[in-house]
T-cell receptor, first 116, second 115 residues
Framework: AQTVTQSQPEMSVQEAETVTLSCTYDTSESDYYLFWYKQPPSRQMILVIR??????QNATENRFSVNFQKAAKSFSLKISDSQLGDAAMYFCAYKNYGGSQGNLIFGKGTKLSVKP | ETGVTQTPRHLVMGMTNKKSLKCEQH?????MYWYKQSAKKPLELMFV???????ENNSVPSRFSPECPNSSHLFLHLHTLQPEDSALYLC??????????????FGPGTRLTVL
């Protein structure tokens, strides 16, 4: 069975600085998707960024980018120019590719605090 | 209303009560999900519906009973719950179960407290 591990329960970053959140996963599949979701306090969880495993190029969405290392099964999220609104729980998630094989598997999350 | 909505946002119930959680999606999606979010634990997938048919039930106790009357609505009926069932219950929807379309859109959740 696939697993997702986020080894940092809490992280803190100074406003305007850069922070990297770690995620590792375990799978025997070669095709899959990886996601980072953001859950602000008392607000809805939203998708931040998505990576297809067959793509070598790291996904980027404005200030958010990932470092996808397929061989190492690592999928870290980098937030550049951190803003106060980035404070939230961040969840790494995995999904097998194709059909309805399984569903999203989440890590335990990393709570990110942003200091002004 | 847009996106995924859930009612009520907060619910306190006794162990002998019967209550229902409601989820509605306004996105035209075909798949809907119930998750349980407890502190310091990964989100736990409870139920998955595709085109109103249940496709997955992850060993959830029978005191949780889902219902999907149509592709826009999903309910979670609760009865004789235990205090350890206190958690945030999240509803989500996606265009389909296929991975390439499986960005899930989440509702705000119902914070459930069982006394």
């Amino acid at each position: 069975a696939q697993t997702v591990t986020q080894s940092q329960p809490e992280m803190s970053v100074q406003e305007a600085e850069t922070v990297t959140l770690s995620c590792t996963y375990d799978t025997s599949e070669s095709d899959y998707y990886l996601f980072w979701y953001k859950q602000p306090p008392s607000r809805q969880m939203i998708l931040v960024i998505r990576q297809e495993a067959y793509k070598q190029q790291n996904a980027t969405e404005n200030r958010f980018s990932v470092n996808f290392q397929k061989a190492a099964k690592s999928f870290s999220l980098k937030i550049s120019d951190s803003q106060l609104g980035d404070a939230a729980m961040y969840f790494c998630a995995y999904k097998n590719y194709g059909g309805s094989q399984g569903n999203l598997i989440f890590g335990k999350g990393t709570k990110l605090s942003v200091k002004p | 209303e847009t996106g995924v909505t859930q009612t009520p946002r907060h619910l306190v119930m006794g162990m002998t009560n019967k209550k229902s959680l409601k989820c509605e999606q306004h996105l035209g999606h075909n798949a809907m999900y119930w998750y349980k979010q407890s502190a310091k634990k990964p989100l736990e997938l409870m139920f998955v519906y595709s085109l109103e048919e249940r496709v997955e039930n992850n060993s959830v106790p029978s005191r949780f009973s889902p219902e999907c009357p149509n592709s826009s609505h999903l309910f979670l009926h609760l009865h004789t719950l235990q205090p350890e069932d206190s958690a945030l219950y999240l509803c989500a929807s996606s265009p389909s179960l296929l991975a390439q379309y499986n960005e899930q859109f989440f509702g705000p959740g119902t914070r459930l407290t069982v006394l």
